[in-house]
């Protein structure tokens, strides 16, 4: 498995998780120069792009879906080959399995975590 996301679980509305996504197999060399990208993936819906964060080189330039604007953030650790997503004031909107790529999706797709809101 290229990319192994982790950190869902079950939170109330407006608590927080960190999700975070390693990817041990792949060089550095792959790594560094890639966007990186959050999805999820709620039921019955299309997998969607949430959060992308540049390379490093370029300054790491992060963006994010309106949906989530505010409330998450996307950083990255090259060294380790780990992106994080930081999500707080969760919403039950937010339930979805969350997944990490490539700003492409080019990367075989890993197992995905299960983040669920719910009081």
């Known amino acids: 498995v290229q990319l192994q996301a982790s950190g869902g679980g079950l939170v109330q509305p407006g608590g927080s998780l960190r999700l975070s996504c390693k990817a041990p197999r792949m060089i550095t060399s792959v790594f560094n120069p890639y966007t990186m990208a959050w999805y999820r993936q709620a039921p019955g819906k299309q997998r969607e792009l949430v ?34 997503l930081q999500m707080t004031t969760l919403k039950p909107e937010d339930t979805a399995v969350y997944y990490c790529n490539n700003d492409q999706g080019s990367v075989a797709w890993g197992q995905g975590t299960q983040v669920t809101v719910s009081s």
């Open 51 to 84: 959060a992308r964060i540049g390379p490093v080189s370029g300054g790491a330039i992060t963006n994010y879906a309106d949906s989530v604007k505010g409330r998450f953030t996307i950083s990255r650790d090259n060294s380790g080959k780990m992106v994080y």
